[in-house]
């Protein structure tokens, strides 16, 4: 879960009826270039309270229907997914930022597949060895699994994201290109059209694939407005107070989407993706918004720390966590909530632990590697 580039210093933004607080830039869309480690932060550590719910005691709702303030937590933790398009969101902002200051094809590529596909196969390695050599079915299965072969064959979806995010690295500069020209807001509607037409497509013609792969389809068309953003975002234009509206209407839209996939035979699988790419972008307005006036000290610190290790936590809390389970999958914690959770707990601890530790080695190979 790629962290964005550095951006550029903000363009010079005229005073007008829709900055409400000039002077501080508050309605200003680089607010999301400024508040990116932390967006990254907020969306894996979102997500990674999700994954807690994959432990089988926590994920039953008794105990929670009694007490209102437990539910609206839960309620919030299995919101989870939407950290996903957050991240989709602002990689393809941060993309744009990349992509605008070097076109060259082969050093953008270069550069994805080092931060993203390196990582990958040295945890992926390592966890698919023990699941599917150690623990499982064999050698052909690893190589299944590492590849991705049993997403699209079975719906194991592991890690679904590392697969995705390449697949957008490939058709990033083709995007690119059609948002850059002057045709560029109807290429976007155009874009987004097509993508859902594919999502149409698939979930009538090809229901089974669609449901084993729908985490990646049915993300496409945020990762397409990132990719548009982009260019608002680096020219640091002023966002209109309507948008401060939608992000505080959208996040209340769940159950009418909820409604009119019911009403229109939509699952609500494929409804509540779309949901959560408009509740992304919320989310990145109104916690921009939020942090941009108020500083919370070491809350700030620790989730630029966890944004800039975004990558890495994905990787190892997974590895983890399934790991934990594969080597005791009788462990009598597992019915007791409150063991869940301690071991939740020290999954995370030692998530951050290796995260910081491959995040520091890398840097330092890197550094030497550049020096020749």
Not at 279 to 296: R, Y
Not at 298 to 309: D, H, P, S
């Amino acid at each position: 879960m790629e962290k964005l580039v550095q951006a550029d210093p903000p363009v010079s933004v005229d005073p007008d009826e829709n900055n409400i607080i000039y002077k501080d830039r508050l309605l200003n869309w680089q607010i999301l270039s400024k508040n990116r480690n932390l967006l990254f932060g907020l969306a894996i550590s979102w997500v990674m309270l999700l994954h807690m719910t994959n432990f089988p005691v926590i994920d039953k709702w008794e105990g929670f229907k009694e007490n209102s303030l437990l539910m609206s937590v839960y309620r919030l933790i299995d919101l989870g997914g939407v950290g996903v398009d957050i991240f989709l969101f602002l990689s393809g902002i941060g993309l744009y930022y990349s992509f605008s200051r070097c076109s060259d094809l082969r050093r953008f590529y270069e550069k994805r597949l080092k931060r993203v596909l390196i990582p990958y196969l040295f945890v992926g390695t390592v966890y698919w060895i023990i699941k599917d050599i150690v623990y499982g079915e064999g050698i052909v299965r690893f190589f299944r699994d590492l590849f991705w072969i049993t997403y699209y064959s079975e719906g194991a979806s592991t890690y679904w994201y590392i697969n995705f995010i390449l697949s957008m690295y490939i058709l990033f500069p083709l995007f690119y290109y059609l948002l850059e020209n002057k045709y560029r807001n109807i290429n976007m509607v155009l874009l987004l059209a097509l993508s859902l037409g594919l999502i149409y497509v698939m979930y009538t013609e090809t229901p089974e694939l669609y449901l084993h792969i729908e985490k990646s389809v049915a993300r496409i068309p945020v990762f397409i407005l990132g990719c548009y953003w982009g260019k608002i975002v680096k020219m640091g234009k002023t966002m209109n107070r309507g948008w401060v509206i939608y992000a505080l209407i959208i996040p209340w839209m769940g159950g009418f989407f909820q409604y009119a996939g019911r009403h229109g035979g939509i699952p609500w699988k494929v409804t509540s993706r779309l949901w959560y790419g408009m509740l992304a972008i919320a989310v990145c307005i109104m916690v921009s918004l939020f942090f941009t006036v108020i500083d919370l000290g070491k809350i700030n610190w620790f989730l630029n720390m966890a944004g800039t290790l975004s990558l890495e936590l994905y990787l190892f809390h997974i590895a983890m966590q399934r790991i934990l389970k594969l080597v005791f999958p009788d462990y009598k914690a597992w019915s007791m909530r409150k063991n869940c959770i301690l071991y939740f707990l020290l999954v995370i601890a030692l998530s951050f632990i290796l995260a910081n530790l491959y995040h520091f080695i890398s840097s330092q190979i890197s550094k030497k590697l550049n020096r020749h």
